[in-house]
């Protein structure tokens, strides 16, 4: 009679060995890959079971360039009011004036991006579980010129990350708006027309708003408002969007 084999145990460790490659393997590929597209944390920093509690807003800026206290404030109370998660907010005025060239575009600004987080960042997303940062690079830079030869205000070239162009703020009204709007990017929404939800895309307002017909919006519009929702409680939202 041929011995009996036990294969269980042999099972049971390979089992275990590729739910240990798993646990590496999706952390790195969310770090390294789900990262560059901005939107691609949407799920984690709004779903209600996310494994992620706390959002820690990290805003790193040069001198001459830091940013308004009440506009972090205000995005402060904005992440916390959308996403239903504790928010901190941190600022280090650390970045030297050669951290940035003159010119930023879409040819630069994620290597820019990549090297001022892996030099200066504080935060970083837990393994499974705890903290997801959102990185704020205030710097003294113009970015990609528009039809009306103006400049843009804010870049949002990540998943977790976005550029505020400080020297081209004329207000601390505009600087809230414009936070809102880029971590509004980062939350998944994407431009509106309505013009008073705070994704409209904001420069194409600024001659309104200094002809008396109000500020910057700052609040999303109803739609973006029951986008945020269903994104927050439906962990499947953003595969309906394609099927």
């Known amino acids: 009679m041929a011995p009996k084999i036990n294969i269980?145990?042999?099972?049971?460790?390979?089992?275990?060995?590729?739910?240990?490659?798993?646990?590496?393997?999706?952390?790195?590929?969310?770090?390294?890959?789900?990262?560059?597209?901005?939107?691609?944390?949407a799920p984690l920093y709004l779903y209600e079971y996310s494994p992620y509690d706390t959002i820690t807003v990290e805003a790193h800026y040069q001198a001459g360039a830091a940013?308004?206290?009440?506009?972090?404030?205000?995005?402060?109370?904005?992440?916390?009011?959308?996403?239903?998660?504790?928010?901190?907010?941190?600022?280090?005025?650390?970045?030297?004036?050669?951290?940035?060239?003159?010119?930023?575009?879409?040819?630069?600004?994620?290597?820019?991006?990549?090297?001022?987080?892996?030099?200066?960042?504080?935060?970083?997303m837990g393994w499974l579980n705890g903290n997801i940062p959102i990185y704020i690079l205030y710097v003294n830079a113009s970015g990609p010129s528009t039809s009306d030869n103006d400049t843009v205000v804010?870049?949002?070239?990540?998943?977790?990350?976005?550029?505020?162009?400080?020297?081209?703020?004329?207000?601390?009204?505009?600087?809230?708006?414009?936070?809102?709007?880029?971590?509004?990017?980062l939350l998944g929404l994407e431009h509106c027309d309505n013009q008073s939800c705070a994704m409209v895309e904001v420069l194409l307002q600024k001659k309104a708003w200094g002809q008396g017909k109000g500020g910057p919006p700052m609040e999303f519009c109803d739609r973006h408002k029951k986008e945020l929702e269903d994104r927050r409680y439906d962990l499947f939202y953003n595969v309906k969007q394609f099927l």
């Open 8 to 41: 269980l145990g042999p099972v049971l460790a390979a089992l275990l060995v590729l739910l240990a490659v798993a646990l590496v393997v999706f952390p790195l590929y969310m770090h390294s890959e789900v990262v560059k597209a901005t939107g691609a944390y």
């Open 67 to 124: 940013p308004s206290a009440a506009a972090l404030d205000n995005l402060k109370d904005t992440l916390a009011k959308y996403t239903g998660k504790r928010v901190e907010v941190q600022k280090y005025g650390d970045l030297p004036a050669d951290a940035v060239p003159q010119q930023i575009g879409d040819n630069n600004v994620s290597a820019i991006g990549a090297g001022i987080i892996e030099r200066y960042g504080h935060s970083s």
């Open 154 to 185: 804010g870049i949002s070239y990540k998943a977790d990350s976005f550029f505020i162009l400080k020297n081209h703020i004329d207000g601390e009204g505009v600087e809230k708006a414009v936070l809102v709007h880029e971590a509004g990017h």
